[in-house]
Nanobody
Framework: QAQLVESGGGLVPPGGSLRLSCAAS????????IAWFRQAPGKEREFVAR????????YYVDSVKGRFTISRDNAKNTVYLQMNSLKPEDTAVYYC????????????WGQGTQVTVSS
């Protein structure tokens, strides 16, 4: 059973950068997709970015393309979300999630890490 733990959230000024980490354990991840979601205050949870563990193929929501980069470190079993040019509207709790690539829903979730973009 996969277990995910997020870290790296915090308070940053607009235009700043932050890197989130998702430490994965408990299962082999050869055929998994790992994703970042976020939930802003008063809003529904939304998809942010996804990476396929084996191939490294990525996908991003339009609002973060060119600003965010999802990556993985196989040796550390960790997925990262590098966030640059942060905007106040990026403020949210960010969650790491995992699923087998052929499965529609994300079955494994971390507890979340708060990102606040404010001057």
């Amino acid at each position: 059973q996969a277990q995910l733990v997020e870290s790296g959230g915090g308070l940053v000024p607009p235009g700043g950068s932050l890197r989130l980490s998702c430490a994965a354990s408990g299962s082999p991840f050869d055929n998994y997709a790992i994703a970042w979601f976020r939930q802003a205050p008063g809003k529904e949870r939304e998809f942010v970015a996804r990476i396929r563990w084996s191939s490294g193929a990525t996908y991003y929501v339009d609002s973060v393309k060119g600003r965010f980069t999802i990556s993985r470190d196989n040796a550390k079993n960790t997925v990262y979300l590098q966030m640059n040019s942060l905007k106040p509207e990026d403020t949210a709790v960010y969650y790491c999630a995992a699923k087998q690539a052929a499965v529609g829903s994300y079955d494994y979730w971390g507890q979340g890490t708060q990102v606040t973009v404010s001057s």
